[in-house]
């Protein structure tokens, strides 16, 4: 709780920054956009860097939340922005899932951007509800294989990183799961104590604080690591699906043809940012495990992390409605 209410103080003291008079000695405001509504990942994240950033005096971090639209909002304004630098979007996998969903895009997600960094990446925990008879993954993939279609799992939204994560694992556990659509995190897992759904894979901000209560058992780690705070439950690909990996991962782009010198400050800006003792420490409370991918690697990642995701979309025919 120490935490949040670190970031929301911040989160206040940047909303009333006047961007007029929110000029540093060198007259730099940089404006973060975030695709996503105040207190979830991506705005921590972003209100983490932007502190950091203000309190090592380097340019005034100003941080503009703009949901809507399946991120497509907040990622069109950011396209359409001057290359100048001063417009940053802190973008999440959804930057290229949408590409492979949606049947138009008013920006393309490899051409109209620049990478900056990829800056941390958070492994999703498969968890079932502590009373279920499943005790390991074996358990949960044995039962849906004797049960095609009956057994279910719910995520936040569909066409999300966690949708397409159990359609992964359905191909390659050979089994079938019925899929239930949640408006957010909190809800599913809130479904899942209730009985209402079989399993959820989510972000261990959203589940960690249920499985230490002994609400939810966790079975699965869908990273290729293993979870510090849960050393005792394997991978997913430790169990039995070698192949297997999904993280939720976010990163900072900015418009097409923003110069390579003003992209390489940023670099060394939110590195420098991410590496901070005290940020790190923070990110690392809420399970989130530091990147610092920049450049050239970043926009690598990004073209892979599009091919890989609009594979799966096409071979399980998932929509974005």
Not at 49 to 59: D, M, V
Not at 204 to 224: D, T, Y
Request: charged share 15%; net charge neutral.
């Amino acid at each position: 709780m120490d935490i949040l209410k670190c970031l929301c103080a911040a989160a206040l003291a940047l909303a009333l920054i006047d961007p007029a008079a929110a000029q540093t000695a060198s007259g730099k405001t940089i404006r973060i956009v975030v695709p996503f509504p105040p207190g979830g990942t991506a705005d921590i994240l972003a209100r983490l860097l932007g502190q950091q950033i203000s309190e090592t005096h380097g340019p005034t971090i100003l941080v503009e939340n703009r949901p809507g639209g399946g991120t497509v909002i907040a990622t069109e304004q950011v396209a359409r922005s001057a290359p100048d630098g001063n417009t940053v979007l802190l973008m999440a996998n959804s930057f290229v899932i949408n590409a492979s969903v949606r049947d138009r895009l008013p920006y393309d997600p490899l051409t109209s951007f620049e990478p900056v960094c990829l800056m941390v990446d958070s492994p999703q925990i498969l968890v079932v509800n502590a009373n279920a008879p499943f005790k390991t993954l074996a358990d949960f993939v044995t039962a849906a294989r004797a049960k095609p279609g009956e057994m279910n799992y719910a995520t936040v939204g569909p066409a999300t990183t966690q949708h397409i994560a159990f359609e992964m694992l359905n191909r390659a556990a050979g089994i079938k799961l019925t899929y239930v659509p949640y408006g957010g995190g909190t809800p599913a897992i809130t479904a899942l104590i209730g009985g209402h759904v079989m399993a959820v894979l989510a972000n261990p901000s959203e589940v960690m604080e249920q499985v230490n209560a002994g609400k939810l058992r966790a079975i699965g780690v869908a990273s290729r690591e293993r979870f510090p705070q849960i050393p005792n439950v394997p991978t997913i690909a430790e169990s039995g699906f070698p192949a297997f990996e999904a993280t939720a991962w976010f990163g900072l782009v900015v418009p097409a043809k923003t110069p390579k010198d003003t992209i390489a400050q940023h670099i060394t800006m939110f590195k420098n940012a991410l590496a901070a003792p005290d940020v790190q420490s923070k990110l690392a409370a809420q399970g989130y495990r530091s990147i610092g991918i920049c450049g050239d690697a970043f926009g690598a990642h990004i073209k892979q992390q599009r091919d890989s995701y609009a594979r799966v979309i096409k071979e399980g025919d998932i929509k974005a409605e």
